[in-house]
């Protein structure tokens, strides 16, 4: 049965997270970097500089098997504050503009849940869900923050004014950099933000992932790219030196991670390791053991489960996808955490794809639901010098996939990632995996069922 079934609370290892009860506060940081891959040092990336972020790391515990469930901002960013499936709570795609996603009335997101039990809430930052009278905040810190959210030291001095504001009550801050998202054009590096030191990077010495071609373009972006990375660091420093300045380091719990992965077609918005395959550090009050590396396979329906259970609010009347993660906090290799679900539909409103898929410590199984599509690209993907620099060569071949693999999909994908990691070689019309394709796709169905997938009709009519 999927684990997401059970709602696990109140199972802390740690005596400051074991109950309401507590005397001690119980502050929430939750950090959401926008569409940051695993380009940090503490990932093993030999560019990337990233000292405060590695240095969190060092201080709680870093997931080496961090998954979104869906690799879009918006419908990621309902999972991550819900504790539901995109597919379950609506925002099946982008919340802003004429895209106009929204969650659905019933939904109960962590800034309600959080407030019922006594936080001030406070966002800062890129929310990008609706309604707004579901996901509202009692405070939007954004003063003097440049750029639509680039300037994470701002928004990290804004933060530290709102923890000092004369206020008994525990917070709950939601800081949401728009870096290292792309810009109209480029990455936002053209300006001089206060307070952060710009990090420049060499395109000739940035590494070029698996799915992307080694162009000069490609190259440039990547650097650019890293660059955009730094601010987010540096913003996360200012963050932890607020919480120090405010004697509240040692009792918030503090949640660093991403919406989705690189802004990059073949990475954004899809199902592959890629496009979801993220960081996730979390260190919390009163963990003995510092600097433990998770083997768990664990995904975004976990974050709103662990937040409610360190909180000590009480969780929706509605089961929710996922749970805590507080107990496995200081256990490299739990037992039980072997298996992810994931749920795509759109991204912008043209882009309808849905995906649907499972992905184990051996195989990444993806049903695509609407096969025949060619698959959509996101605007600012396609108008990325990346993309134009293919489509000016005429390039048939796309980093490890072809063009024509990339944009045209089977109905079924299978893929062995201890002998295919980059998830190229498609399995699943082999005869050798029948049995393993058929297993998958009776748990993907009664998944979706248990989940309320709308797309199950599909089964009926197509």
Same mark, same amino acid.
């Given at each position: 049965?999927?684990?997401?079934?059970?709602?696990?609370?109140?199972?802390?290892?740690?005596?400051?997270?074991?109950?309401?009860?507590?005397? =001690?506060?119980?502050n929430?940081?939750?950090?959401?970097?926008?569409?940051?891959?695993?380009?940090?040092?503490?990932?093993?990336?030999?560019?990337?500089?990233?000292?405060?972020?590695?240095?969190?790391?060092?201080?709680?515990?870093?997931?080496?098997?961090?998954?979104?469930?869906? =690799?879009s901002?918006?419908?990621?960013?309902?999972v991550?504050?819900?504790?539901?499936? /995109?597919?379950? /709570?609506?925002?099946?795609?982008?919340?802003?503009?004429?895209?106009?996603?929204?969650?659905?009335?019933?939904? @109960?997101?962590l800034?309600?849940?959080?407030?019922?039990?006594?936080?001030?809430?406070?966002?800062?930052?890129?929310?990008?869900?609706?309604?707004?009278?579901?996901?509202?905040?009692?405070?939007?810190?954004?003063?003097?923050?440049?750029?639509?959210?680039?300037?994470a030291?701002?928004?990290?001095?804004?933060?530290?004014?709102?923890?000092?504001?004369?206020?008994?009550r525990?917070?709950?801050?939601?800081?949401?950099?728009?870096?290292?998202?792309?810009?109209?054009?480029?990455?936002a590096n053209?300006?001089?933000y206060?307070?952060?030191?710009?990090?420049?990077?060499?395109? =000739?010495?940035?590494?070029v992932?698996h799915?992307l071609?080694?162009?000069?373009?490609?190259?440039?972006?990547?650097?650019?790219?890293?660059?955009?990375?730094? @601010?987010?660091?540096?913003?996360?420093?200012?963050?932890?030196?607020?919480?120090?300045?405010?004697?509240?380091?040692?009792?918030?719990?503090?949640?660093?991670?991403?919406?989705?992965?690189?802004p990059?077609?073949?990475?954004?918005?899809?199902?592959y390791d890629?496009?979801?395959?993220?960081?996730?550090?979390?260190?919390?009050?009163?963990?003995?053991?510092?600097?433990v590396?998770?083997?768990?396979?664990? /995904?975004?329906?976990?974050?709103?489960?662990?937040?409610?259970?360190?909180?000590?609010?009480?969780?929706?009347a509605?089961?929710?996808?996922?749970?805590? &993660?507080?107990?496995?906090?200081?256990?490299?290799?739990?037992?039980?955490?072997?298996?992810?679900?994931?749920?795509?539909?759109f991204?912008?409103?043209?882009?309808?794809?849905?995906?649907?898929?499972?992905?184990?410590?051996?195989?990444?199984?993806? &049903?695509?639901? =609407?096969?025949?599509?060619?698959?959509?690209?996101?605007?600012?993907?396609?108008?990325?010098?990346?993309?134009?620099?293919?489509?000016?060569?005429?390039?048939?071949?796309?980093?490890?996939?072809?063009?024509?693999?990339y944009?045209?999909?089977?109905?079924?994908?299978?893929?062995?990632?201890?002998?295919?990691?980059?998830?190229?070689? /498609?399995?699943?019309?082999d005869?050798?995996?029948?049995?393993?394709?058929?297993?998958?796709?009776?748990?993907?169905k009664a998944?979706?069922?248990?989940?309320g997938?709308?797309?199950?009709?599909?089964?009926?009519?197509?």
């Amino acid at each position: 049965m999927p684990r997401f079934l059970m709602l696990v609370l109140g199972l802390s290892l740690f005596v400051i997270l074991a109950g309401p009860a507590s005397a =001690a506060p119980r502050n929430i940081v939750l950090f959401v970097a926008d569409d940051l891959g695993q380009q940090l040092g503490c990932y093993g990336d030999p560019v990337a500089r990233t000292p405060h972020i590695d240095a969190l790391a060092r201080e709680g515990t870093r997931f080496a098997w961090a998954f979104c469930t869906t =690799a879009s901002c918006s419908p990621s960013r309902s999972v991550i504050l819900t504790g539901l499936q /995109n597919h379950a /709570n609506g925002q099946y795609g982008l919340q802003h503009a004429t895209h106009n996603f929204g969650s659905r009335p019933f939904v @109960r997101p962590l800034p309600l849940l959080l407030k019922q039990a006594g936080y001030r809430t406070c966002a800062i930052g890129k929310v990008h869900v609706q309604p707004e009278e579901l996901y509202r905040f009692e405070k939007y810190a954004n003063d003097g923050i440049i750029d639509g959210g680039r300037h994470a030291v701002r928004m990290a001095e804004n933060a530290e004014q709102f923890i000092r504001e004369n206020d008994p009550r525990p917070f709950f801050l939601y800081i949401c950099p728009t870096d290292p998202h792309r810009a109209v054009q480029g990455f936002a590096n053209e300006r001089a933000y206060p307070g952060v030191q710009p990090e420049k990077f060499d395109p =000739a010495q940035v590494p070029v992932p698996h799915y992307l071609p080694d162009q000069p373009e490609v190259r440039q972006e990547l650097a650019e790219y890293y660059q955009a990375i730094s @601010r987010v660091d540096q913003g996360v420093g200012r963050l932890i030196a607020g919480l120090k300045a405010t004697g509240h380091l040692d009792d918030t719990l503090i949640i660093f991670t991403s919406d989705n992965g690189p802004p990059f077609p073949g990475a954004k918005t899809n199902l592959y390791d890629a496009g979801t395959h993220l960081p996730l550090i979390i260190r919390a009050p009163g963990q003995e053991l510092r600097g433990v590396v998770s083997q768990a396979l664990v /995904n975004w329906t976990d974050l709103t489960p662990t937040i409610l259970d360190f909180s000590g609010a009480k969780p929706p009347a509605y089961a929710l996808h996922g749970r805590s &993660l507080l107990p496995i906090l200081q256990t490299p290799s739990p037992e039980g955490w072997d298996e992810i679900y994931q749920s795509h539909s759109f991204h912008e409103v043209t882009m309808y794809y849905p995906m649907r898929s499972l992905r184990t410590r051996q195989y990444r199984f993806i &049903l695509n639901l =609407a096969h025949p599509l060619p698959y959509p690209f996101a605007s600012d993907l396609f108008d990325s010098p990346t993309w134009q620099g293919v489509l000016a060569r005429g390039d048939r071949q796309y980093g490890s996939r072809t063009v024509a693999a990339y944009v045209h999909r089977p109905r079924l994908e299978l893929y062995d990632l201890e002998k295919d990691p980059q998830e190229i070689v /498609n399995l699943a019309e082999d005869p050798a995996y029948a049995k393993t394709v058929s297993g998958f796709q009776e748990k993907l169905k009664a998944w979706q069922k248990e989940t309320g997938d709308p797309w199950l009709i599909k089964y009926e009519h197509e």
